[in-house]
């Protein structure tokens, strides 16, 4: 079974100042990752993965996030936010248990950022 | 040029009736989803397909049949609406299973009064 956490339904943030939004997930087996952005009345769309390899992935709009499987985190990060960061973020977790999962994804509760000019 | 389009974008409709939701991707995927976003936001899978193979149901009610025509449709017919069906469903797709980027399409808000 996979789950997903997401530390903090709401983070608001100031322009400029570092955003840093929260996820730790439950695997049985290793896990993909991913971080999805939600703007009102849209789509989702993808920010950045980690499949293998290098722990720490970047992605678009200057997001990027860090796998670390001793905390069992991944969690999101922007030096410096914009308005245009204004959004609800989903964490994912995606793990083939044996072939059976066949790509889910097991979302997060999702985390509102408000960014104040 | 839209990669997984969905529709209709919006449907309010009475209870009892029945209604669909269709998509399309235009990526070449072979594997298709449909997710259901309820109103506190919380995303959930509900089925998956892969080359118009059922592959994952999420325990949903037998009103919901999906129906996959080919590797880049896949709709969803539902009958007998209630009111707690009233939620955002996204249709998603991606090449392969696990790992790999699930691509979603702008969602289907339904509303059943």
């Known amino acids: 079974a996979q789950s997903v956490t997401q530390l903090g339904s709401h983070v608001s943030v100031s322009e400029g100042a570092l955003v840093l939004l929260r996820c730790n997930y439950s695997s049985s087996v290793p896990p993909y990752l991913f971080w999805y952005v939600q703007y009102p009345n849209q789509g989702l769309q993808l920010l950045l993965k980690y499949t293998t390899g290098a722990t720490l992935v970047k992605g678009i709009n200057g997001f990027e996030a860090e796998f670390k499987k001793s905390e069992t985190s991944f969690h999101l990060t922007k030096p410096s936010a914009h308005m245009s960061d204004a959004a609800e973020y989903f964490c994912?977790?995606?793990?083939?248990?044996?072939?059976?999962?066949?790509?889910?994804?097991?979302f997060g509760q999702g985390t509102i950022l408000t960014v104040h000019p | 040029d839209t990669a997984v389009s969905q529709t209709p974008k919006y449907l309010v409709t009475q209870m009892g009736n029945d209604k669909s939701i269709k998509c399309e991707q235009n990526l070449g995927h072979d594997t298709m989803y449909w997710y259901k976003q309820d109103s506190k936001k919380f995303l959930k899978i509900m089925f998956s397909y892969n080359n118009k193979e059922l592959i994952i149901n999420e325990t949903v009610p037998n009103r919901f049949s999906p129906k996959s025509p080919d590797k880049a449709h896949l709709n969803l017919h539902i009958n007998s609406l209630e009111l707690g069906d009233s939620a955002v469903y996204f249709c998603a797709s991606s090449a392969g299973f696990t790992g790999n980027t699930i691509y979603f399409g702008e969602g289907s808000w339904l509303t059943v009064v």
């Open positions: 994912a977790v995606s793990a083939d248990a044996g072939g059976t999962s066949y790509g889910k994804l097991t």
